[in-house]
């Protein structure tokens, strides 16, 4: 499995969702989804129309960890979904594939990333986890506060979450540079 980045550059997050809204709403919400829930894209693919509709807050045991787990649906998104899903029934996929009766794969779900990704002109290395990473790298960022990141992603100590969101390698690197005997 290749090791991903998150996509740090909020212009990129913005043209990245310009590339995806372009391929459609599914896609579109798929990304904003991910960016600001830190959900896993496992557990993002197998969310129905049920587990979303009408609700304040998206309810899931992780298939990582086996945990039960609830995720507020922000406004960042929560306009977007009632939009995606209002002529849908409940026992639909939420991101249905197109040969119905079932979610989009993981692999499929790494494409529709890793090629918006690309087109938008981040040549890191991207795929799926990079929602969720970008999410814990603008999180950290806004809100300072790891041991609450720590507790959203379930990691066993802050400086696991700092080196998965690539905070440890910036502080590193910026105190280096600095550095002059």
């Known amino acids: 499995m290749e090791y991903v980045e998150p996509i740090r550059d909020r212009e990129k997050i913005e043209e990245v969702k310009r590339i995806l809204k372009r391929n459609g709403r599914r896609d579109f ?3 904003i989804m991910g960016i600001n829930s830190g959900l896993r894209i496992s557990d993002i693919l197998k969310l129905k129309v049920g587990d979303v ?4 807050f998206i309810e899931i045991v992780e298939q990582k960890t086996g945990k039960r787990k609830q995720f507020p649906i922000t406004q960042a998104y929560k306009e977007d979904l009632a939009e995606f899903i209002f002529d849908k029934r409940p026992e ?3 991101f249905e594939s197109k040969r119905k009766d079932r979610p989009i794969t993981r692999v ?3 494409r529709i990333i890793h090629s918006a990704c690309r087109k938008a002109g ?3 290395a991207s795929g799926t986890h990079t929602l969720r990473k970008t999410f814990g790298y603008h999180f950290y960022k806004e809100k300072k506060d790891v041991a609450l990141l720590q507790c959203v992603f379930n990691h ?3 400086s696991i979450t700092l080196r998965y969101i690539g905070i440890n390698q910036d502080i590193i690197d910026e105190n280096l540079r600095s550095f002059r005997l």
Not at 53 to 56: P, R, T
Request: aromatic share 22%; hydrophobic share 55%.
């Open 156 to 158: 066993s100590s802050p």
């Open 108 to 110: 499929q779900a790494y």
């Open 92 to 94: 639909e996929w939420l």
């Open 53 to 56: 509709f009408n609700l304040d």
């Open 122 to 124: 981040i040549m890191t």
């Open 29 to 31: 919400l798929m990304f």
